[in-house]
């Protein structure tokens, strides 16, 4: 099952400080590695659009194997307190830094750089590696060693070679209704309008080979409220209450990613 979440700018907008912001942006990066997001979407809702650019720019940050950030982002405001994140340590970041250890097949996360007129890829070890192919110095790819050590030639894949999970991808919309109305596939709409789900809803998204889009609202409009009377166009989506006895008066965006998303999980257990 391949599942992507769609979260608002406006998800930071109870906490005052950048520190805090950060913080939150870390829970929510922590349960989308830990429950193999796909992509999350950060979708534009209220006047914050400095709030979505720090939440795309610490997804994507934490996202990227720590050998690669230096090369990858510059000394920025936004991760001025990029000391407090939790490291994701999902399998494309937990790679040994001695090339002696590595064989034909691994898999790694590596950057395009150009020495003396010549391509080649660091992917963390103590050595850059010859490239040869088309792809543009200062970009991100994923590799993989046709050569162990001491050869160690390498070769250009999609990601999705890995049986691992690789990581999420971000991606920015401008609202949640474009987005809805692109994305093919099933909708799973978390409100507390909708009905209680169930184990035989849920197997619906669970067993089909479409991909699922997990939406959540903000902390004071839910999905309903944000899309308003568009929210009849809206196809193949269902609205689903996965806190349907909640005592508190709101659940926040972190509780209700990682309380979902477990849900959801656990219907994928034999």
């Not at 990581?167 to 009905?195: C, D």
């Not at 669970?206 to 939406?215: A, Q």
Request: aromatic residues 8%.
């Amino acid at each position: 099952m391949k599942i992507s979440v769609a979260i608002p700018t406006s998800a930071l907008q109870d906490e005052s400080l950048k520190i805090d912001k950060t913080r939150k942006i870390s829970v929510l990066a922590r349960a989308c590695a830990i429950f193999k997001i796909d992509t999350i979407y950060v979708y534009q809702e209220g006047n914050n659009g400095s709030d979505g650019n720090l939440m795309s720019m610490i997804l994507k940050y934490l996202e990227t194997p720590q050998f690669l950030r230096r090369r990858l982002f510059q000394k920025m405001n936004d991760l001025k307190f990029a000391g407090v994140l939790h490291p994701l340590k999902i399998p494309s970041h937990n790679t040994p830094t001695n090339a002696k250890k590595i064989v034909a097949g691994d898999i790694r996360e590596g950057i395009i750089v150009s020495v003396k007129g010549k391509k080649f890829v660091d992917v963390g070890i103590n050595q850059l590696i010859q490239f040869y192919g088309k792809t543009p110095t200062g970009k991100r790819i994923t590799i993989q060693f046709k050569e162990g050590y001491p050869r160690l030639s390498v070769k250009e894949i999609d990601n999705v070679g890995s049986e691992k999970y690789w990581g999420y991808e971000v991606k920015e919309r401008s609202n949640l209704f474009s987005l809805l109305s692109e994305w093919k596939g099933n909708v799973i709409i978390t409100s507390r309008k909708g009905k209680t789900v169930t184990k035989e809803q849920l197997e619906k998204y669970t067993k089909s080979d479409d991909p699922t889009l997990v939406v959540f609202g903000s902390p004071e409009k839910g999905v309903h409220e944000i899309i308003g009377g568009k929210m009849n166009k809206v196809q193949n989506a269902k609205s689903l209450n996965f806190f349907p006895n909640q005592a508190t008066e709101t659940v926040r965006l972190e509780e209700a990613l990682l309380g979902t998303l477990a849900i959801i999980n656990a219907q994928n257990l034999p």
